[in-house]
């Protein structure tokens, strides 16, 4: 919905920057989750981490190297 709004599709910095911006998050506080690995390339360039979901126990483990548990 967001890149229909704002006319810019991942992974362009762009998109990450408004969210970023629209909410006042600070990027190294945020972790963005997507299939596809350039989507989180494109996040990791504004300074947010970056996981690609590949399986949820994959996505479950890099989010607990990043400090994330459940």
Known sequence: AIS???????????????????YHLQPEECVFIDDLLLNTEGAKKVGMHGIQ???AALCKEELNKLGVEF
């Open 53 to 55: 979901f590949i399986t």
């Open 4 to 22: 229909a709004e704002i006319s810019v599709l991942k992974p362009n910095e762009a998109i990450y920057r408004y969210l970023l911006d629209t």
